[in-house]
């Protein structure tokens, strides 16, 4: 079983920073690709930003120049260090992976909130 566990949400004023981790655990072959989503109440589920294996990366729109995606392959671990910080980044960010088991599954956290004060 594979598990996908999110920490380093909070509170935080406009402006500010945070830095989210990802760390899967389990039986995992090899994660190929990981990301950011995130979802806003009364709002769809959104991309933030990907990540693959070979450390190939991509924003939305809406972040570029202000958050950064990077990998610790040794540790499963993913980060989303998220700078600038506006009150419409508010939402609930999950991580979301591709791992083979062998077999590719998709895989997701359980979430954690994200609340930006302007």
């Known amino acids: 079983q594979v598990q996908l566990v999110e920490s380093g949400g909070g509170l935080v004023q406009a402006g500010g920073s945070l830095r989210l981790s990802c760390a899967a655990s389990?039986?995992?072959?090899?994660?190929?690709?990981m990301g950011w989503y995130r979802q806003a109440p009364g709002k769809q589920r959104e991309l933030v930003a990907t990540?693959?294996?070979?450390?190939?990366?991509n924003y939305a729109d809406s972040v570029k120049g202000r958050f950064s995606i990077s990998r610790d392959n040794a540790k499963n671990t993913m980060y989303l260090q998220m700078n600038s910080l506006k009150p419409e980044d508010t939402a609930v960010y999950y991580c979301?992976?591709?791992?083979?088991?062998?077999?590719?599954?998709?895989?997701w956290g359980q979430g954690t909130q994200v609340t930006v004060s302007s």
């Open positions: 389990g039986s995992i072959f090899s994660i190929k690709v």
């Open positions: 990540i693959t294996s070979g450390d190939t990366t």
């Open positions: 979301n992976a591709f791992i083979l088991v062998p077999d590719g599954h998709v895989f």
